[in-house]
């Protein structure tokens, strides 16, 4: 095997790999290589675009099958005899420090270790603290130092003899022991476990941050997974064990705040984007009291006392805090159960309203019905269930409500017919027939605003034909009790003189006129002694004006448009004068 020190012009061992690592991704990636402590640096550098298009757990899948599949080159590149630790980390071009870093460690024997992740970002610390753990990478890490050799190493050539070929066969079970972490060569997980262990340690002693204490037990139990693969043929296993449990009794000092702190950030996450139904509230809630459980465990004399005390007046305020959303839900969720009861009780009501008041009691529960489901906080998950029932419930109220306004006017019209009329049959017996008129016209106009579809509807339509026959009656009555007023002043001018000739009275459709006994005598005297004597001036004169008489009462009957029943003295009738026939009609 000869050495050979390359010229400052050729590509050294890691420039070569950078280039076949590109070659063998698709599509191709720019990639740097670098070694420091025993640890092969890999750096992918991609677009702004492709570092939000592009999960970043797919670019390190193809970047770990890319290394996979040239291990050979990979090992070679490093003088790498045992497991080599590799470090894989995603930049923005343009930007100084890797976004993203995960490493997994490469075997001789083809073994991979289970690859673990650092992402940079921001991450929420429980009650919504933003961490940053920047990634230590420098340019310089990507380039081997000047002084850096590498052997290149070729097999002699010839055909190996059968001796050589059973001496192999023969090695080779023990082969896959020999090739274990930490048999051959330098112990490179007992290193790593180390550096993680000091990294943990001073990371605890201090910081007062919730995520980096996590990163810390990351960091250990890593460490723990590293020295758990030195079997115990290998020379440096006392070493590891005597390393396991240094770190196992770390991790152990900080398992109860870091299971405090997931659950915590469990019950974070499930309170985002509220609300949320009942049920979820309650596990968020028995989330914090686990949160609470555990960082009450944390002895005092714990490097993280400071941080679970301080977590811990944190989660109690949580707890509080979805106590009292779970109390709303739950008074939500009641108020909802009460809409839809007292709904029920609305409805039944409906069915069987038959008046006024039923109607306006319709209306009234409906109103607490609407009430309710409007106070439903809008923060709850009842709310969205609320505004559902409101659609339905709301047009239920306004149709109740107009019913109750319309069987309120159906009740105050009738009952203001009904009032009207008995005033119109009192008028009537009275003869007050102008008030009767008035009374009938608003027993009339009342029944006939009463609303159909009302209670009272059906039992006004009997009234409108009575109510406007009676007032078409009332009518009559008056313009007679007018006729007659207009004719009993033309009667009194008829009538009066000396002697008074004639008495008269009314009756419903007709004028009755009595003459006098002292005008009946004397009108029968004159004519006997003017028969007598001969007087036939004063005959005549007795009999034009007696004619004069009967004109001015037909004249009276014309103007009132009313017969005249003219009686004699003695009570017997003479005639009726009729205006249809303008005469006298004999009895």
Request: net charge neutral; charged share 20%; glycine share 4%.
């Amino acid at each position: 095997m000869k050495t050979v020190t390359p010229h400052r012009s050729q590509p050294t061992k890691l420039q070569t790999l950078a280039t076949k690592l590109q070659a063998a991704l698709t599509p191709p990636l720019s990639i740097r290589c670098g070694h420091k402590d025993d640890r092969l640096l890999i750096l992918a550098e991609i677009s702004a675009e492709q570092s939000q298009e592009t999960d970043q757990s797919s670019l390190f899948a193809r970047l770990q099958a890319a290394i996979e599949s040239i291990q050979s080159d990979v090992l070679a590149a490093v003088d790498a005899a045992d497991a080599l630790p590799v470090q894989m980390f995603l930049r923005v071009k343009g930007q100084a420090q890797p976004y993203a870093m995960q490493e997994f460690s490469l075997a001789s024997a083809g073994a991979i270790v289970p690859a673990t992740s650092a992402i940079v970002a921001s991450r929420n610390d429980i009650v919504a603290t933003k961490t940053t753990a920047p990634l230590a990478l420098v340019e310089a890490d990507l380039e081997p130092t000047s002084d850096r050799r590498w052997r290149d190493a070729s097999l002699p050539v010839g055909v190996l003899g059968l001796g050589v070929l059973v001496a192999v066969t023969a090695f080779g079970g023990s082969l896959w022991a020999m090739t274990r972490p930490c048999v051959l060569g330098n112990c490179v997980p007992l290193v790593q476990a180390e550096r993680l262990r000091e990294t943990a340690g001073q990371t605890i002693a201090t910081t007062t941050s919730a995520q980096a204490v996590i990163d810390a037990y990351d960091q250990l139990t890593k460490a723990s997974d590293l020295l758990e693969t030195i079997p115990p043929w290998s020379r440096r296993h006392d070493e590891a064990q005597s390393q396991l449990q240094l770190v196992q009794a770390q991790a152990g000092e900080l398992q109860q705040i870091v299971s405090a702190l997931h659950l915590a950030n469990a019950a974070a996450l499930k309170s985002q984007n509220p609300p949320h139904p009942f049920r979820t509230w309650q596990e968020i809630r028995a989330d914090w009291q686990q949160a609470i459980a555990r960082v009450q465990q944390v002895p005092p004399d714990s490097p993280v006392a400071s941080l679970a005390q301080r977590k811990l007046t944190e989660y109690q305020a949580n707890l509080a805090t979805i106590s009292r959303r779970i109390d709303l839900e739950r008074q939500a969720q009641a108020q909802l159960n009460n809409a839809r009861s007292t709904a029920r009780i609305a409805e039944a009501r409906e069915g069987v309203a038959n008046s006024v008041d039923s109607w306006q009691l319709v209306q009234a529960t409906w109103e607490s019905v609407v009430s309710a489901l409007q106070k439903v906080p809008a923060t709850t998950m009842a709310q969205t269930e609320a505004q559902q029932l409101l659609a339905i419930y709301q047009p239920k109220l306004a149709a109740s409500r107009d019913r109750a306004t319309r069987e309120t006017a159906s009740t105050r019209f009738y009952n203001d017919a009904l009032s009207a009329a008995n005033q119109a049959e009192a008028a009537e017996r009275n003869r007050a027939w102008s008030q009767a008129v008035e009374a009938w016209q608003s027993a009339l106009t009342n029944a006939q605003q009463v609303p159909p579809n009302t209670i009272y509807h059906d039992r006004t339509q009997p009234l409108l034909a009575a109510y406007g026959t009676a007032l078409a009656r009332s009518r009559e009555m008056l313009k007679t009790a007018r006729a007659q007023e207009a004719a009993a002043d033309d009667l009194d001018r008829t009538c009066n003189g000396s002697p008074k000739i004639c008495d008269f009275s009314f009756a419903d459709q007709a004028i009755r006129v009595r003459i006098t006994s002292t005008y009946d005598r004397l009108v029968e005297q004159t004519m006997t002694q003017t028969r007598m004597s001969g007087d036939y001036a004063t005959q005549a004169d007795l009999l034009s004006h007696v004619n004069s008489l009967l004109r001015a009462l037909a004249a009276i009957s014309e103007n009132a448009d009313l017969p005249i029943e003219l009686y004699n003295s003695d009570g017997s009738l003479f005639g009726t004068y009729k205006p249809e026939f303008s005469g006298y009609v004999p009895r």
